[in-house]
């Protein structure tokens, strides 16, 4: 398992796909392939007819842009993220930042 990891807090991400478009473009990757993908989760919720959550998980495509760690840069997915809930970084860090979001989840590939 690597040391670093994603954390994505999901309370916050508003689906709008540009950390998929991100990682696209860095990656060059095939169409139809991608280091990330965005799904969505609809389920029934108190007060409100229906709630939704977009969570993206990290495919077995994800390098964690290593490369662009070695040259001092945040991974594409996180720079881009207008909503600013991706962090890299290291998995002890992670899990402390995790213990502080209601809602979060921690890639490790
Ligand atoms: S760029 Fe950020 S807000 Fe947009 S889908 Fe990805 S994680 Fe969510
Ligand atoms: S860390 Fe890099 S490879 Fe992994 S999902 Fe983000 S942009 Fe893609």
């Not at 939704?52 to 662009?68: A, G, N, Q």
């Not at 290291?90 to 921690?106: G, P």
């Amino acid at each position: 398992m690597s040391k670093f990891g994603l954390l994505i807090n999901y309370e916050y991400c508003t689906g709008c796909h540009t950390c998929e478009v991100a990682c696209q473009q860095e990656h060059s990757f095939d169409v139809g392939k991608c280091g990330i993908r965005v799904t969505e989760h609809v389920y029934a919720a108190e007060k409100k007819p229906v709630a939704v959550d977009y969570i993206p998980f990290p495919t077995e495509l994800c390098d964690l842009c290593m490369k662009r760690y070695n040259q001092g840069e945040l991974p594409a997915c996180v720079k881009h993220c207008q909503s600013f809930c991706m962090s890299f970084g290291k998995i002890n860090d992670l899990v402390e930042k995790m213990d502080q979001q209601k809602r979060s989840a921690l890639f490790a590939p």
